[in-house]
T-cell receptor, first 111, second 114 residues
């Protein structure tokens, strides 16, 4: 049972490119949604939360479609430092006490 | 402010040995979590705690025990290690269980069971 599915990747893009990651989730009770970033052999770190109205943080834009149970992350003007694995994360229940992580999509930005 | 720290960073065990992984946080967070991350599997929740003296099972609790005797510490125990427990273990903490609450992760413990 795949609760959170992501594009398999890897995505290899040149600097300055725009890249989009997609994610679907199966639990309609999920209330909160996030994108975490994980660098190689490091711990995950919150990149941004995802709100129903969509939200933007600099070059990063996240979108949520509850009806389709679909989440996206758009990265504009890619930088070398954006190279990492991006994890789609949803809460497992309404209490939000547990997170379900996707397997991640790897992004490699080259010069 | 160290955030979330984990001890040890790396350990090699033989099958059947026991060990305890220590997680400590200095952010006065109520909630603490233990995850394991395996190649191609994503992070999976082992156990979590909603406060001092409380623990609860996550998605993959078998073979592990936990204790939260102090608010700042969350211990993960392996009583009899098995090769299937070879993994990277991450501890995390959060202030509350609000739906938008950020989880802060420790640097991880790499465990190899031979």
């Amino acid at each position: 049972r795949k609760e959170v599915e992501q594009d398999p990747g890897p995505f290899n893009v040149p600097e300055g490119a725009t890249v989009a990651f997609n994610c679907t989730y199966s639990n309609s009770a999920s209330q909160s949604f996030f994108w975490y970033r994980q660098d190689c052999r490091k711990e995950p770190k919150l990149l941004m939360s995802v709100y129903s109205s969509g939200n933007e943080d600099g070059r990063f834009t996240a979108q949520l479609n509850r009806a389709s149970q679909y989440i996206s992350l758009l990265i504009r003007d890619s930088k070398l430092s954006d190279s990492a694995t991006y994890l789609c994360v949803v809460t497992a229940n309404q209490a939000g006490t547990a997170l379900i992580f996707g397997k991640g999509t790897t992004l490699s930005v080259s010069s | 402010n160290a955030g979330v720290t984990q001890t040890p960073k790396f350990r090699v065990l033989k099958t059947g040995q026991s060990m305890t992984l220590l997680c400590a946080q200095d952010m006065n967070h109520e909630y603490m979590y233990w995850y394991r991350q395996d190649p191609g599997m994503g992070l999976r929740l082992i156990h979590y705690s909603v406060g001092e003296g409380t623990t609860a099972k996550g998605e993959v609790p078998d073979g592990y025990n936990v204790s939260r005797l102090k608010k700042q510490n969350f211990l993960l125990g392996l009583e009899s290690a098995a090769p299937s427990q070879t993994s990277v273990y991450f501890c995390a903490s959060s202030y509350s269980r609000g739906p938008q609450e950020t989880q802060y992760f420790g640097p991880g413990t790499r465990l190899l069971v031979l």
